[in-house]
């Protein structure tokens, strides 16, 4: 039987597609942050797998026509971003510092917790852009040598917890301003993060969405830096 489920051309597809859609109907009925629509399919999908003794190669190859599709989703965040336009202008400063905040936080701590860990320099840029978008994330790590497929992992770690534990952030130090919320989870958990900044409130979308190109750039600068401190 797995053999027959392996065969089927789009079945990594349509799995991905199911598991995505369950983990929303779990979140819209618990609304609880620990639901999060892709942490719950990556858990089923990996539960199938396991099951039914599928290879992870097997599965990707009839997967991967959802990837086709990542770089023109993150291309439509722009919507929500133009609406927001006239905000954007008037809050440009503010946008600027807080995106610079952002990346060059993240570039620190990696840095930190590199040197408290020991790893090596294969390792350590690795990790470099694991707040940003895959999609960019992928072509630094591969420039720098790195591991690819665990930035990958990474960047999908960072987001879901960031998507996870975002309002509760911003509840504990009280930041309710729309604009500083939404640069706050873009430049920490790029796209996964602005789904639920999406959720919180339009404003809120557009600056997350604005963020992720924004700190994607500001990343490509900084990643070449930060690289040599190791």
Known sequence: MNQTIGDFLFFGSVLSLVSYEMGVQLKKRFKLAIFNPLLISILIVMAFLSV????YTVYNESA??????????????????YRQLNLLKKHSKAIIAGTLTGVLT???T??????????????????LPKSITTAIAMGISEEMK?????TVASIIVTGILGSIIAESVCRIFKITDPVAVGIAIGSASHAVGTTKAMEIGEIEGAMSSLAIATSGLCTVVFASIFANFI
Not at 66 to 76: E, H, K, Q, R, W
């Open 146 to 150: 790195g591991f690819v497929t665990i």
């Open 106 to 108: 993240t570039m620190c």
């Open 64 to 81: 991967k026509y959802i990837s086709y599709l990542l770089t023109p989703a993150t291309v439509c965040l722009a919507v929500p971003l």
């Open 110 to 127: 990696v840095l930190l917790l590199a040197l408290v860990f020991g790893l090596n320099h294969q390792e350590y840029v690795t990790f």
């Open 52 to 55: 039914f003794k599928i290879n």
